[in-house]
């Protein structure tokens, strides 16, 4: 996770340099992948269980 309601830049999201999360249960997320780019950002992912949706691992 990048960003959450406690973390997100306020002045950044001011000038335009970081979108605005929709509600506290949202946030911006670091997306790793495989090869040179390494990753790629998601913005405003809001909580669910299903694809695009952001979700805290099952403990066992």
């Keep these: 996770m990048t960003a959450d309601v406690d973390t ?3 002045e950044g999201v001011r000038l335009g ?8 249960f949202h946030v911006h997320l670091w997306v790793f992948t495989p090869g ?25």
């Excluded at 340099?17 to 506290?24: C, H, K, M, Q």
């Excluded at 405003?44 to 066992?60: D, E, I, K, L, Q």
């Design 17 to 24: 340099t970081v979108p605005p999360l929709d509600s506290a």
């Design 8 to 10: 997100l830049d306020p």
């Design 36 to 60: 040179q780019q390494g990753g790629f950002h998601e913005y405003n992912v809001g909580p669910g269980a299903g694809p695009g949706y952001w979700h805290w691992p099952t403990r066992t």
